[in-house]
């Protein structure tokens, strides 16, 4: 699979909010699903799954704005499958340390129960995140920190 070369695509502010705003609706499905699979009660899966959403959302700002900030940085341009495997075990690992206490506390249930449902989260996550990131890239280019000068 290659990479985009082109040298424009959606950019900036609007970038981050179209991608968020994506990502973030699959999410919800996904991991209400998800935790009703893992045992949990629908209309408490769903409101975790908003919830978690919205920490998502503030965490994928800051991820991603650092992450690309460190990009622009880098002497090697574009995005390897090195570079997107550590994108997307930088952002769910850290997601994970925010939200294993929090769904802890909403399910009531262990810290050790909460890290077992996070697993199962991290594993669904760690694949859409990549496959995310990919076809979006590739629908509407690659962000200027990792755009190779044409």
Do not use: C
Request: glycine letters at 8%; aromatic letters at 16%; proline letters at 3%.
């Amino acid at each position: 699979m290659s990479e985009p070369h082109q040298a424009s695509g959606l950019q900036g502010p609007w970038r981050r909010v179209i991608y968020v705003t994506i990502y973030e609706i699959i999410a919800i499905l996904a991991s209400s699903l998800l935790f009703v699979v893992i045992g949990q009660q629908p209309g408490e899966s769903g409101a975790m799954a908003v919830v978690a959403s919205a920490v998502a959302v503030i965490w994928n700002v800051g991820f991603n704005s650092a992450f690309e900030w460190w990009e622009a940085r880098q002497s090697v341009k574009g995005r390897s499958l090195r570079r997107r495997v550590a994108h997307a075990i930088g952002f769910e690992g850290g997601l994970a340390l925010i939200l294993v206490p929090l769904m802890a506390w909403w399910f009531g249930v262990t810290l050790w129960q909460a890290l077992v449902m996070e697993a199962a989260l991290v594993v669904f996550f760690l694949v859409y995140t990549y496959l995310f990131n990919w076809v979006f890239d590739h629908f509407f280019g690659l962000p200027a920190s990792a755009q190779t000068l044409v």
